[in-house]
């Protein structure tokens, strides 16, 4: 584990393993814990590397505005410092967006892409995306962080078993810092590439949960605008795959490596 600054604010990162890089980028207020049992499933064929964007875990908390290309430009210079480019990029939910930007904005970075339970695009043109958007923001106001985790831990993980699941998420949740929170939702409110699908060239994989937050019907019709991309659908799982459902989504990834190497 370690600190690098990049753009003027400090990513903390675990590098382990080594080979080809294999990064995984975390999702909206979490942290590159997220992907703790990918790291013991691929440490020992690939280098591994997590990180917690800037505003999350250990990274630094900057005042805003954010941005998904801001978050993008923080990862591809850490992947420079690191010299762990061209890279295998997997982003799960805003981590995916943050994916997505650093195919078309860097591809000579990106080798492969994965994106999980994300989207190409997060635009406010509806009353039910704008209602979605000012009712995160306005809860985490209100009741603060740890309640806030305590709703989304019961839908993310509401099976009776999965309380230790729960329990977890609710206790990292509770340690984000709000205004970093609040930021990112903004970065990511109007956020979109959804017209510049058709310039990412490298393989891609499109992992969709079948309860997902959004219908499988939406991966599948932006999977389709990515020229050399397939869509794997996990089934009895909900936002949170890699952690949910780890081993169906390790099993999903290493077959998508082992094809595309």
Not at 236 to 245: G, W
Request: overall charge neutral.
């Amino acid at each position: 584990m370690g600190m690098l600054t990049v753009n003027g604010t400090r990513l903390h990162y675990r590098n382990e393993g080594a080979g080809e890089p294999l990064v995984f980028v975390h999702g909206l207020g979490s942290s590159g814990q997220d992907w703790a049992k990918q790291v013991d499933a691929f440490a020992d064929r690939y280098r591994v590397i997590t990180f917690d964007v800037r505003g999350h875990g250990q990274s630094d908390k900057p005042e805003g505005p954010y941005s998904i290309p801001l978050f993008a430009a923080d990862t591809a210079a850490l992947l420079h410092k690191l010299e762990a480019v061209p890279a295998t990029i997997v982003g799960l939910s805003m981590g995916g967006m943050i994916a997505f930007q650093l195919a078309v904005d860097t591809s000579d970075l990106v080798r492969r892409l994965v994106v999980v339970n994300s989207a190409a695009e997060a635009k406010l043109d509806s009353l039910k995306d704008r209602w979605i958007y000012w009712s995160r923001r306005l809860v985490s106001n209100w009741i603060g962080m740890r309640a806030t985790g305590r709703l989304i831990a019961h839908r993310v993980f509401p099976k009776p078993e999965q309380g230790r699941l729960r329990q977890a998420f609710i206790d990292r949740w509770a340690e984000n810092d709000k205004q970093a929170y609040l930021a990112t939702i903004d970065a990511i409110a109007g956020w979109s590439v959804i017209d510049r699908l058709d310039e990412i060239a490298c393989p891609t994989l499109v992992v969709a949960a079948d309860e997902d937050y959004t219908p499988v019907s939406v991966k599948r019709a932006y999977a389709q605008q990515i020229p050399n991309a397939e869509l794997a659908v996990i089934e009895d799982s909900r936002h949170a795959t890699p952690v949910e459902r780890p081993r169906a989504f390790n099993r999903t990834l290493q077959r998508f490596l082992e094809r595309e190497a």
